[in-house]
Nanobody, 123 residues
């Protein structure tokens, strides 16, 4: 069983920055991939970024050049650094892991989920 705890969300003005953290405990054996998803009110949960054990990454087009995903294996933590935030980035952000070294971009590809952290960007 893997437990994920997100932190770092909050309220920020447009153009500001935040860094989200996803701390994992009870890590599964073998290579894993971690993804950050977000869900805005009335919308489906969508992939934001993902990283695997070899630090290959994926970003959705709307965050490329603004967000950076990274991992610290010693701390079992994955980060999402967000710059130049926009009101449309407002959502609950979730991290998730899958017991596979392949990057996944769909919610059903992930096995474990955190409880989410709210990010609100004011205009």
């Amino acid at each position: 069983q893997v437990r994920l705890v997100e932190s770092g969300g909050g309220l920020v003005q447009a153009g500001g920055s935040l860094r989200l953290s996803c701390a994992a405990s009870g890590r599964s054996s073998g290579p894993v991939a971690t993804g950050w998803f977000r869900q805005a009110p009335g919308k489906e949960r969508e992939i934001v970024a993902a990283i695997n054990w070899s630090t290959s990454t994926f970003y959705r087009d709307s965050v490329k050049g603004r967000f950076t995903i990274s991992r610290d294996n010693a701390k079992n933590t994955v980060y999402l650094q967000m710059y130049s935030l926009k009101p449309e980035d407002t959502a609950v952000y979730y991290c998730a892991t899958r017991a596979s070294g392949d990057l996944g971009i769909r919610t059903y590809e992930y096995d474990y989920w955190g409880q989410g952290t709210q990010v609100t960007v004011s205009s």
